[in-house]
T-cell receptor
Framework: EAQVTQNPRYLITVTGKKLTVTCSQNMNHEYMSWYRQDPGLGLRQIYYSMNVEVTDKGDVPEGYKVSRKEKRNFPLILESPSPNQTSLYFC?????????????FGSGTRLTVV | EDKVVQSPLSLVVHEGDTVTLNCSYEVTNFRSLLWYKQEKKAPTFLFMLTSSGIEKKSGRLSSILDKKELFSILNITATQTGDSAIYLCALPFSGTYKYIFGTGTRLKVLA
């Protein structure tokens, strides 16, 4: 089944403790992206990647890191999480930058930083 | 500054009603506009629009783009409770692969 898999689905952590949210897709998509979704603010793009070893900042990259060493994986790293990073995170992938074909989204990771 | 504004923010209707959701945008070098439906989990892709005046249709949902007036509408006819969701529109930032999403319209359909 074609899908984007995120792990974990839920995570509660403490301020400052490094964490990684994994994202993997099995559709051979070049384009992958991370979003966070907050009430009243909608979906905001954190980072995106056009292909292996090619990444760029989205709207709200501060406090996040990404890497794209393999085509299928695009992990999101929070080196020192803070409470303002409490949010619902989505990973997405697509062909052609998603412009012509839309994205496939993962099921989301709900992160709480206390 | 590129931006996407959706209206209304929230809408409550009864089953059988027709609804029209709006997405206004300001982006330079327009390429495409995408509509998504988000229920409890991840957004799912509905439509991609690139040309003005050409309606995209899928069952009771349809969408059209007006590139002159810089907006798109999403119509849902004969609404059902299963249409209850947040509807999002998104556009790529001019000249990049960055995307901007509107804040969405929350639709609730009452039985």
């Amino acid at each position: 089944e074609a899908q984007v898999t995120q792990n974990p689905r839920y995570l509660i952590t403490v301020t400052g403790k490094k964490l990684t949210v994994t994202c993997s897709q099995n559709m051979n998509h070049e384009y992958m992206s991370w979003y966070r979704q907050d009430p009243g603010l909608g979906l905001r793009q954190i980072y995106y990647s056009m292909n292996v070893e090619v990444t760029d900042k989205g709207d709200v990259p501060e406090g996040y890191k990404v890497s794209r060493k393999e085509k299928r994986n695009f992990p999101l790293i929070l080196e020192s999480p803070s409470p303002n990073q409490t949010s619902l995170y989505f990973c997405a992938s697509g062909r052609g930058g998603g412009r012509g074909y839309g994205y496939t989204f993962g099921s989301g990771t709900r992160l709480t930083v206390v | 500054e590129d931006k996407v504004v959706q209206s209304p923010l929230s809408l409550v209707v009864h089953e059988g009603d027709t609804v029209t959701l709006n997405c206004s945008y300001e982006v330079t070098n327009f390429r495409s506009l995408l509509w998504y439906k988000q229920e409890k989990k991840a957004p799912t892709f509905l439509f991609m629009l690139t040309s003005s005046g050409i309606e995209k249709k899928s069952g009771r949902l349809s969408s059209i783009l007006d590139k002159k007036e810089l907006f798109s509408i999403l119509n849902i006819t004969a609404t059902q409770t299963g249409d209850s969701a947040i509807y999002l529109c998104a556009l790529p930032f001019s000249g990049t692969y960055k995307y901007i999403f509107g804040t969405g319209t929350r639709l609730k359909v009452l039985a």
